[in-house]
């Protein structure tokens, strides 16, 4: 029994187990958090006979694949589109763009559930094509899922150019310009198969060249499969692997010898990931020696009373004019690691006002029992400007 298109549509789209007349259990999605549960590739379960414009589009997609593929001049843009100047390709590509329009959607749809994997292929090149960066972007996430080897092993490869032209664009304000959800090629590297995991690991290579600090916490997830890559005999995932780490620390050296590279990627995590890493308004704090180190040097320095004393300074738009806190002295290592200086004025933490080092112990440990993993806190600087940084307590 055939489904009538929008029916069917809808039922796509619908969050959730959707159960429809003709069997389709529910629609692929990407995992939220894929390291919950074992790597699996898209099952698809749409075998509705495609019509009308999208059948349309998928034609042509497939008529520019084969021009571009047998092309002697096949290239890439210097928008990371392929190109040539064969068979009038790049003529055909113009019109295929403006026929594209807001089709994104639908290719979203081929790409995850149509059975057909000429479609797929097919929906997998149109994606350059459509007019949203964006959206090119957003479509190239479901490559990972893709159940055909073949049109992994073949759309994946090619993407790399469009990622290098587009990923690291930054706007006038400095921010980038495009996000890319690179979760699903951290989730690929998880699979047996090795060229799997050698084109995944490719894929973060790029994208750390373009944006070190997106990608960076993979290098973190990824510890069980990177360091069984630096010690496998097989050259091929090793050497991806060795280029990923590279892209994300230039500086970065991995031995050839077994041992010697897991040292070294342990170094790298390390550097790129130390126990106290301050951002701006954010300070992180994961476990090790250094969060060790802090917690017992910054205990005594408070129960000391060596922590400061209570002071105030005049601040504009006081209730009182004034603002009562915690003067601090002389800050140890590593408890200078987290951004304050001497001469600061404690005022609160997590709303509650620190006037004396009695307040500033008291108000920490009974949030530290009561098993908080997030503190804000509250000061003056030198200069009389109001300043205040939340300090996250990790797991590891």
């Keep these: 029994m055939k489904i009538p298109g929008p029916i069917l549509l809808l039922a796509l789209l619908l969050p959730g187990p959707v159960r429809a007349q003709g069997g389709i259990p529910k629609r692929n999605a990407k995992p939220r958090d894929p390291f919950k549960a074992p790597f699996r590739f898209f099952v698809p379960r749409w075998s509705i006979e495609l019509k009308g414009e999208i059948r349309a589009v998928l034609e042509e997609a497939k008529v520019l694949e084969r021009i571009w593929s047998s092309a002697k001049d096949r290239a890439f843009d210097e928008e990371g589109r392929p190109t040539c100047k064969t068979g009038g390709f790049e003529k055909r590509v113009a019109a295929f763009r403006a026929r594209l329009g807001t089709m994104a959607g639908h290719l979203g749809l081929v790409l995850r559930d149509h059975v057909r994997t000429d479609w797929r292929r097919a929906a997998h090149f149109a994606s350059f094509f459509v007019p949203r960066v964006q959206d090119s972007l957003d479509l190239f996430s479901y490559l990972p899922y893709e159940p055909d080897f073949g049109a992994r092993r073949t759309a994946i490869p090619r993407i790399l150019p469009f990622l290098r032209a587009q990923a690291g664009r930054r706007g006038e304000n400095g921010k980038l310009r495009y996000s890319f959800d690179y979760q699903p090629y951290v989730d690929l590297c998880r699979v047996r198969w090795t060229p799997d995991r050698r084109l995944a690991f490719r894929v973060l290579g790029t994208l750390a060249k373009a944006d070190r600090d997106s990608v960076a916490e993979a290098a973190r997830f990824l510890k069980p499969w990177i360091e069984k890559a630096l010690v496998s005999g ?90 009562y806190g915690l003067r601090l002295r002389k800050i140890p290592e590593p408890v200078d690691r987290l951004g304050l200086k001497e001469g600061d004025l404690l005022t609160a933490l997590d709303g509650q006002p620190i006037l004396s080092p009695e307040d500033l112990l008291t108000a920490l440990e009974a949030r530290l029992r009561a098993g908080a993993r997030s503190l804000v806190l509250e000061w003056i600087d030198a200069k009389g400007k109001r300043r205040a940084r939340r300090f996250l307590l990790l797991r590891d």
């Design 234 to 323: 097989d050259k091929s995932p090793r050497r991806e692997v060795v280029l990923f780490l590279n892209a994300l620390d230039p500086d970065a050296r991995i031995p050839s010898s077994p041992e010697e590279a897991v040292a070294a990627y342990r170094g790298l995590i390390r550097r790129l990931f130390p126990d106290i890493l301050l951002k701006d308004g954010l300070c992180e704090i994961r476990p090790g020696r250094d969060r060790d180190r802090l917690v017992e040097v910054g205990r005594e320095w408070i129960r000391s009373g060596k922590v400061g004393f209570r002071d105030q300074v005049s601040v504009e738009g006081s209730p009182l004019g004034v603002a």
